[in-house]
């Protein structure tokens, strides 16, 4: 829609999309608990090897990639950025959805968005640096104020103000929904004629890096001799990035190459569409085991 009427998405900005990230993470905060953060010392391998996936697995194919397709510079490096984010809020329902472990879906997550204000934009400069200039202190003061302040009073309001709380949460998975369709809708018409000229490479680009993603996590989760629940649960994890704040980390950092912020805005459908495949095939394999 926003390639065919980008006018109905051209009045959003930079700005409202680091709002609309803020809001995100803030109703990601509501639905965590200090018991969440807990399971990260109750579940120490599945989840040590899950995150150290997530950041050293994701990172390396997001560069890879983008040598050895030659990608554009615009399109490489929001491809990199967006594989050093952490683990994307939409895959605890997908590991719902796909009878995987819940548990450790929302540690992982949990566990990697901390980590994220140190390793992404330490990631982001060690794999984008050769190409552009990075300031890493200024992502990490932005990944803290679009990501943890927001998630951090979220989790509190859930913790001290449960009934309020218990309300917006209802609402809040409707709003994340617009918000991210604005994100994505933005971005894509802003640069429409560009994706026109690219959309080959944009596709399967970011097709292989989530590909390699899902499928690597769970091979590489097997080979660590984790039970299944784990690992799809790891797979979903590595597979699904924070698509978004790549995004807003892009329009802010990288505002100089135009195209900076276009794989971020594919990844978000991308992997959705991907983890929703595989957790009706996981879902319906389950089902039929047990039947």
């Known amino acids: 829609m926003a390639i065919v009427w980008p006018d109905?998405?051209?009045?959003?900005?930079?700005?409202?999309?680091?709002i609309g990230l803020g809001l995100i993470m803030l109703g990601m905060g509501l639905t965590l608990t200090f018991k969440d953060f807990q399971r990260v010392f109750l579940l120490p391998s599945a989840l040590l090897g899950g995150v150290t996936l997530q950041f050293v697995l994701m990172p390396f194919l997001g560069w890879g990639i983008g040598y050895f397709?030659?990608?554009?510079?615009?399109?490489?490096?929001?491809?990199?950025?967006?594989?050093?984010?952490?683990g994307g809020t939409a895959s605890n329902v997908v590991a719902f959805l796909a009878r995987a472990n819940v548990a450790l879906s929302v540690g992982m997550t949990a566990a990697s968005t901390m980590i994220?204000?140190?390793?992404?934009?330490?990631?982001?400069?060690?794999?984008?640096?050769?190409?552009?200039?990075?300031?890493?202190?200024?992502?990490?003061?932005?990944?803290?104020?679009?990501?943890?302040?927001?998630?951090?009073?979220?989790v509190l309001l859930n913790h001290f103000f449960y009934?309020?709380?218990?309300k917006l949460i209802v609402i809040s998975p409707f709003v994340s929904v617009v918000f991210i369709i604005l994100i994505v809708g933005y971005i894509l018409?802003?640069?429409?004629?560009?994706?026109?000229?690219?959309?080959?490479?944009?596709?399967?680009?970011?097709?292989?890096?989530?590909?390699?993603?899902?499928?690597?996590?769970?091979?590489?989760?097997?080979?660590?001799?984790?039970?299944?629940?784990?690992?799809?649960?790891?797979?979903?994890?590595?597979?699904?990035?924070?698509?978004?704040?790549?995004?807003?980390?892009?329009?802010?950092?990288?505002?100089?190459?135009?195209?900076?912020?276009?794989?971020c805005a594919v990844s978000a459908v991308t992997h959705c569409i991907i983890g929703s495949i595989l957790a009706v095939f996981w879902r319906h394999r389950v089902a039929k085991k047990r039947s």
């Open 8 to 18: 109905a998405f051209s009045w959003y900005s930079t700005t409202l999309i680091q």
């Open 69 to 86: 397709m030659n990608l554009p510079r615009d399109i490489a490096v929001g491809l990199i950025l967006v594989s050093c984010c952490p």
């Open 116 to 154: 994220a204000v140190l390793l992404t934009p330490f990631l982001t400069k060690f794999y984008v640096g050769e190409r552009v200039p990075v300031d890493a202190f200024a992502l990490l003061q932005d990944i803290l104020i679009i990501v943890i302040l927001p998630v951090t009073a979220g």
């Open 163 to 166: 009934k309020a709380a218990k």
């Open 189 to 263: 018409s802003q640069n429409r004629e560009s994706i026109i000229d690219n959309w080959r490479i944009l596709v399967v680009s970011v097709l292989t890096l989530h590909i390699g993603g899902f499928s690597l996590g769970y091979l590489f989760a097997k080979l660590f001799k984790f039970n299944e629940e784990s690992c799809r649960t790891v797979s979903i994890e590595v597979g699904m990035q924070n698509s978004g704040l790549g995004a807003a980390l892009a329009s802010k950092h990288f505002s100089i190459l135009s195209l900076a912020t276009v794989p």
